[in-house]
């Protein structure tokens, strides 16, 4: 009952027994691959987040050491490797919560050094030290309101989406909850329109081009531009 899948998710929308439980046993199977199967700490503090089936890949010790914080309530000390930077840096942070998603870990926590809650990558992490400082976590913060931008992971600023989909991408693109605030129309022909309202960000545009020539972006022009540029770049690669 305490292991639930962001609100955002299709199972954390409907409660879904089945997928829940699906997605607790994958969860488990991963970091139990890593070395050492979840206590009730890690059952207790892990969420399922959406398509959640590959290995965590971040240390056991960094795992215990992380779940026995936000457990305890206390900060700890990280060196983190930031992939959009390229350098580690040292951080105290407040650990909200083990988040599991798109086939990795993340920690949802408040950053001292940004001085606002941030999402780190579990396998970037490369130590843990905990300390003896308590934290409280404010009352407002809602952990699924922090994500459900997100179209998986990554958050921005909120646009209005419109996609269309031809008649072979419909088929298979009409059964499966995208995000949460999506909302579909069959057109004439068979295809498919998806309005939807998500983070602005890069996993939008790759998520985008990954149903090829089968999708065009009908709103925001600068999505569509993007996602123009981004293939125009891809296309000199090949």
Known sequence: ADLQPPAHHPAGRHRTPHLVAVCVRQGRRRIA????????TTRRHLQCGPRSAQTVSATSRNHRRLTRAIADATTVQIRYDSASRGRTTRREVDPYRLWYATGGLYLIAYCHLRREPRMFAVERIKSVTPTDHPYQMPLHFDLDAFVQDALTVMRGPRIEVELE???????????????????TKRTKGGGLRMTLSVADTRELI????SFGSGVKVLKPDSLREAVRQEAQRIATQV
């Open 33 to 40: 691959a890593a070395g050492r199967g979840p206590g009730p």
């Open 206 to 209: 790759g998520w985008v081009l």
């Open 165 to 183: 989909f031809n008649k072979a991408t419909a088929a298979w693109v009409k059964d499966r909850v995208w995000h949460a605030t999506q909302e």
